[in-house]
């Protein structure tokens, strides 16, 4: 398995993001989750290019940006040139997903799947030969710091099982809600790859981030080479 940590920037201190993202790095991070939202998908909203722009001046760790928006095709092109390494789009929006995740990956970027805690895993089978990684949402997608829905276990196994019968054996998981120190292993154990947590490296604030960040990276790859046994 190859473990990586995203710590998600929607808990951070917004007013000193590179101060945090510098501290999650040093706690081992891998790559950094934007969540984009825009008020009609979801009743929050977030942040645009602007501040994607402004991450990637401060940061050499890939970006993996979070769209939940209800029209992502009108801003792919805008986010892949703020300097987003990887878009996820959602498939409950997107009627035409195949062109969706081609045009992805033309601009130079990873393409994925978001699924919502409601959404079948079925809804990814005509695409899962071509998805660089899939994003299951283990809380609704809309606000941070929510509780982790058990069922979502049972989800990953089944996205693990869809894309490798696809032969997509190397696309990985990401998880995104409630990952924490109570939930990491399970979590890994069940097939995530990729581990987005926002409150659990950021809520002790700047201080506390990048030994919360090393905290959940050591259970995340100690559940790894426990599962690899």
């Known amino acids: ?3 990586r940590l995203a710590p998600s920037i929607l808990a951070a201190d917004f007013a000193a993001l590179g101060r945090d993202i510098e501290a999650a790095t040093r706690g081992g991070a891998d790559q950094i989750h934007v969540d984009v939202m825009d008020g009609h998908f979801v ?9 994607v722009r402004a991450l990637r001046k401060v940061t050499a760790l890939p970006l993996d940006v979070h769209l939940m928006i209800s029209d992502p095709d009108r801003y792919l092109e805008a986010f ?24 992805i990956r033309k601009l130079g ?4 799947v978001v699924l919502n805690p409601s959404t079948p895993v079925v809804t990814l089978e005509e695409v899962a030969g071509e998805l660089d990684f899939v994003l299951v949402m283990s809380v609704n997608p809309g ?38 120190l109570t939930t990491v292993a399970a979590v890994v154990e069940a097939g995530a790859e990729w ?17 919360a960040a090393r905290a959940l990276k050591d259970a995340a790859l100690a559940a790894a080479e426990g599962a690899a046994r």
């Not at 009743?43 to 501040?51: F, L």
């Not at 970027?109 to 994925?112: I, Q, T």
């Open 195 to 211: 581990l987005v947590a926002g409150q659990a490296i950021f809520g002790g604030g700047h201080a506390q981030a990048e030994a």
């Open 80 to 103: 892949v040139d703020a300097g987003a390494n990887m878009v996820s789009v959602h498939v409950e929006v997107l009627p035409h997903l195949h062109r969706t995740l081609g045009q």
């Open 1 to 3: 398995m190859n473990i």
């Open 143 to 180: 606000f941070g710091g929510q509780v982790f829905i058990p069922n979502s276990l049972a989800k990953i196994r089944a996205v693990r099982g869809l894309l490798d019968r696809a032969g997509n054996t190397r696309a990985p998981i990401e998880v995104d809600g409630g990952i924490d």
């Open 109 to 112: 970027a990873k393409a994925g």
């Open 43 to 51: 009743p929050n909203i977030t942040i645009g290019q602007p501040v």
